[in-house]
């Protein structure tokens, strides 16, 4: 009964090898005068003689007149006019598994340390469409992330995405080594696009930990490494994240930064002839950021968590990116220098902070609880400047002697130390507890 199935797959499969010729280097990208090929393909341009000879990966991102545009995936020096470029006729695939976790990997799924990749992984593509918005379940559920300002005024549902919005310096990888550690969701993927070398390192051993990365896998792209492998480094990252989603997991994703990929998109757009628009930014960035960010979120069978940090120019919420991604997410934490440079860790300004479903998935004594903080906090923090120089005088506003009453405890109760954890409980007894004292 197999034979025939059998003998129908082996006419179908395409014994052809498709080559094609490099014709010119220009900057990042590769002209080649063939193979037959589709955009996202993978091809090896095959360099050197003897036993110097290796190949290169490239992928296909477009078209001129009869001539393929390549990106390489790793240096192009080299490559020259006559290389042979040879066409696989498929798209990127890496290798996921539980195998997997705790390891620390590159952008094509490669242990970054240069072990072998353990057994028993299955292959997938890091191209995926994002759920049918039909079949997304509503967010009904918190999940903790161990943080007592976000699980009780910031509360973030099971398949949340939120960005995290700051300058640089201001503590965004600090943020997000506390949330690996402290959180209760399954698995933690992490995405570093476009780090320097030397904070990677920093990140695993001192923000993230022995107990977090056990329970975590963590992807590189660093700031050196060419526009695609930092662009395949946030797709490979959200893959996995989707298979293990798939098996019914909570994953919790973290990628820092979705600029850097949109800065790495901007490269290679600008290198495929595509013209300039807001501050520099290609079309093709604005296209390729919410096919991103869609793919996170809940589906039928989990859910992912998503915090995507936004290195804002000049601490300017609004520039490009950091507008576009703000539209598309639920939810933005805003980190702001100032706070930072009093010693507020984290630097979260509440009032400027907003998760979109924490209403949908808190009880109304939390919700009323969360109200009355920010209210308090508003009502200093407009009348600071008064009060500082004396201007106020005690008993003109009943609100704002209130207000200077409770803000000693407000700040207390915003300000948590890198290695303290609270639980969700604890953190919403702690405001509840607070709001209701005299």
Not at 180 to 185: D, L, V, Y
Not at 220 to 239: C, E, F, H, N, W
Not at 278 to 305: D, H, M, Q, W
Not at 320 to 332: E, N, S
Request: hydrophobic letters at 40%.
């Amino acid at each position: 009964m197999k034979w025939p199935i059998l003998l129908d797959e082996i006419e179908t499969i395409d014994s052809y090898k498709r080559f094609g010729k490099v014709t010119r280097v220009i900057g990042l990208m590769i002209e080649s005068k063939g193979p037959e090929s589709s955009i996202g393909d993978v091809c090896y341009i095959h360099v050197g003689s003897g036993r110097k000879k290796q190949r290169i990966a490239a992928e296909v991102v477009g078209f001129r007149e009869q001539h393929v545009l390549l990106m390489p995936f790793s240096t192009i020096q080299d490559i020259s006019p006559g290389c042979i470029v040879e066409a696989t006729g498929k798209p990127f695939e890496i290798k996921v598994g539980m195998n997997l976790i705790g390891k620390v990997l590159d952008s094509l799924g490669r242990p970054l340390d240069g072990s072998v990749l353990p057994k028993g992984l299955r292959s997938i593509s890091i191209e995926r469409e994002p759920p049918n918005p039909l079949l997304r379940p509503p967010i009904h559920e918190p999940v903790e992330v161990g943080i007592r300002l976000i699980d009780s005024l910031l509360t973030v549902g099971k398949g949340q995405r939120v960005g995290i919005f700051a300058g640089s310096g201001v503590g965004k990888s600090t943020l997000l080594g506390m949330i690996a550690r402290n959180t209760n969701a399954d698995l933690n993927v992490i995405a570093l696009i476009g780090e320097r070398g030397r904070e990677v390192r920093e990140f695993i051993e001192r923000d993230l930990g022995p107990e977090g990365l056990a329970r975590s896998i963590v992807v590189v792209a660093t700031s050196d490494q060419p526009a695609l492998m930092r662009i395949k480094g946030a797709y490979t990252a959200t893959a996995i994240a989707e298979y293990f989603r798939d098996k019914g997991m909570n994953v919790m994703l973290m990628m820092d930064s979705v600029t850097r990929v949109a800065m790495a998109q901007r490269e290679v757009g600008l290198a495929i002839g595509e013209p300039p628009t807001t501050k520099g930014y290609t079309p093709s960035v604005f296209a390729i950021l919410p096919k991103l960010l869609e793919r996170t979120g809940t589906n039928e069978c989990g859910t992912i968590t998503a915090f995507y940090t936004v290195l804002v120019d000049g601490d300017d919420m609004n520039e490009p990116i950091a507008d576009t991604v703000r539209g598309i997410l639920d939810g933005h934490f805003v980190l702001e220098r100032s706070l930072a440079n009093r010693g507020q860790y984290p630097a979260i300004n509440v009032l400027k902070s907003i998760s979109r479903v924490m209403n949908y998935i808190i009880t109304p004594e939390h919700k009323t609880a969360a109200e009355r903080f920010r209210h308090l906090l508003s009502v200093y923090i407009n009348s600071e400047d008064l009060i500082n120089i004396g201007g106020y005088k005690r008993g003109s506003s009943k609100e704002i002697d209130e207000a200077i009453r409770y803000y000693p405890k407000l700040l207390s109760f915003l300000k948590q130390d890198t290695h303290e954890k609270f639980t969700r409980e604890e953190s919403i007894d702690a405001l509840l507890h607070l709001v209701h004292s005299g």
